[in-house]
């Protein structure tokens, strides 16, 4: 049973940083590619960011280019994402996801790319 855990959100003043970190367990396969995403009210879960398997390829939405960072440490099954610079647009319930790949180079930016969620951590940044 794969199961993924985050943790650290937070409630922060702008202008402050959170890490978030996803603990993952129950693959019997290790091609998986890990992701963020966040669903802020009266929107649409959107993607935030993305590592491969391999912890090589990394990818990030316009909105946190430059502010937020993915990292993967495969020894301790962890995913994790620092957040600098935040903004009240930053809002949101963040979720870490898991999607299978054929390679260990892959890295996935779409919701339906993605078979394993974890139940989400709140961040809110005030104004």
């Known amino acids: 049973q794969v199961q993924l855990v985050e943790s650290g959100g937070a409630s922060v003043q702008v202008g402050g940083s959170l890490r978030l970190s996803c603990v993952a367990s129950?693959?019997?396969?290790?091609?998986?590619?890990m992701g963020w995403f966040r669903q802020a009210p009266g929107k649409e879960r959107e993607f935030v960011s993305g590592v491969s398997w391999n912890g090589l390829i990394n990818m990030y939405a316009e909105s946190v280019q430059g502010r937020f960072a993915i990292s993967r440490d495969l020894d301790k099954n962890t995913v994790f994402l620092e957040m600098n610079n935040l903004t009240p647009e930053d809002t949101a319930v963040y979720y870490c996801a898991a999607a299978p790949v054929d390679n260990a180079y892959l890295v996935r930016s779409t919701e339906d790319e993605y078979d394993y969620w974890g139940r989400g951590t709140q961040v809110t940044v005030s104004p």
């Open positions: 129950g693959f019997t396969s290790s091609s998986h590619s």
